[in-house]
């Protein structure tokens, strides 16, 4: 048997303490008067040759690494 004999485990404590948590965020923190988003802006500073190589490259980094079998 793995771990301790409990009946809550370690991870349902935490998801039952991110409750209050998010809820304290969001009444602590209200989000103010935010402008549209402009998708096209966006999508246009992503049409970069630089961020299309990083992207790509990054992408082989983690095929490499996470692909073969240990």
């Given amino acids: 048997m793995r771990g301790k004999a409990r009946k809550i485990s370690a991870y349902q404590v935490m ?9 304290a965020v969001v009444l602590l923190f209200p989000s103010g008067q935010t402008e549209a988003p402009e ?3 966006g999508l246009g500073l992503h049409w970069n040759p630089a961020v299309l190589l990083f992207c ?11 692909g073969r079998g240990m």
Wanted: no cysteine.
């Fill in 15 to 23: 998801a039952l303490l991110t409750a209050p948590y998010a809820a």
């Fill in 39 to 41: 998708i096209a802006a």
């Fill in 56 to 66: 790509q490259a990054s992408w082989l980094a983690v095929f490499l690494i996470t």
